[in-house]
């Protein structure tokens, strides 16, 4: 069974730091990889996704995220933090097997301090 | 319309009562998810369509709950008898085709169950 694992529950970042938020999966083939981004009242947005091909993909709002598969991990990266960006961000991950599905990880909650 | 698009918004609703929740994806989407977002807790998957049959209901948490579609369109997640466990936040995204692309999430329902 597929499953996603984000070890931080809550992290502080200060305003324009760098910001690393973990992820690790568990998938018996090639996975779908997925970071989603959740600000209050608003629904989920695509932050970026990593299916094939080369192993570091840019994402929308100066994201980027790492595909290492000797790690199982897919972490995501922001240089400078604005503190725009506090929000709940979910990894996910997926595959085509027969059929498709999501499976989350149960979130980081990113607060940004001044 | 041009996104996922969830009604009612917001629901509240007696314990013991039962409740609709429904769902229009981007028209031509063919696969249709349901996820529950229980207070401070992650995405939990419930129910995954591909077109009007469902191969993945696993993540119905009891028989209480059921989902159908119809027109490869419209979706509809009847839970019956609600308790107050219910009490969460019911998400739709749809994607295109049975290979895995990217979901696109409504904004949800949030059901209160008083």
């Known amino acids: 069974a597929q499953s996603v694992t984000q070890p931080d529950i809550h992290i502080t970042v200060s305003e324009g730091a760098s910001l690393e938020l973990r992820c690790n999966y568990s998938?018996?083939?090639?996975?779908?990889l997925f970071w989603y981004v959740q600000s209050p009242g608003q629904g989920l947005q695509l932050l970026l996704k990593?299916?094939?091909?080369?192993?570091l993909v840019q994402g929308i709002k100066g994201f980027e995220a790492e595909f290492k598969r000797s790690q199982s991990s897919f972490n995501l990266r922001k240089p400078s933090v604005h503190w725009s960006d506090a929000a709940e961000y979910f990894c996910?991950?997926?595959?085509?097997?027969?059929?498709?599905?999501?499976?989350f990880g149960k979130g980081t909650m990113l607060l940004v301090s001044p | 319309g041009a996104g996922v698009s969830q009604s009612p918004s917001n629901k509240v609703t007696e314990k013991g009562k039962d409740v609709e929740l429904r769902c229009d994806p981007i028209?031509?989407?063919?696969?249709l998810y349901w996820y529950r977002q229980r207070l401070g807790q992650g995405l939990e998957f419930l129910i995954y369509?591909?077109?009007?049959?469902?191969?993945?209901k696993s993540g119905l948490p009891s028989d209480r709950f059921s989902a159908e579609r119809t027109g490869e369109s419209v979706s509809t997640l009847t839970i019956q008898r609600t308790q107050q466990e219910d009490s969460a936040v019911y998400l739709c995204?749809?994607?295109?085709?049975?290979?895995?692309?990217?979901?696109?999430f409504g904004q949800g329902t949030r059901l209160t169950v008083v």
């Open positions: 995204a749809s994607s295109w085709d049975r290979i895995l692309t990217e979901a696109f």
């Open positions: 998938y018996g083939a090639t996975p779908y």
């Open positions: 990593y299916f094939s091909g080369d192993t």
């Open positions: 996910a991950v997926g595959g085509n097997s027969g059929y498709s599905t999501l499976t």
């Open positions: 028209s031509g989407h063919t696969a």
């Open positions: 369509f591909q077109g009007n049959s469902a191969p993945d």
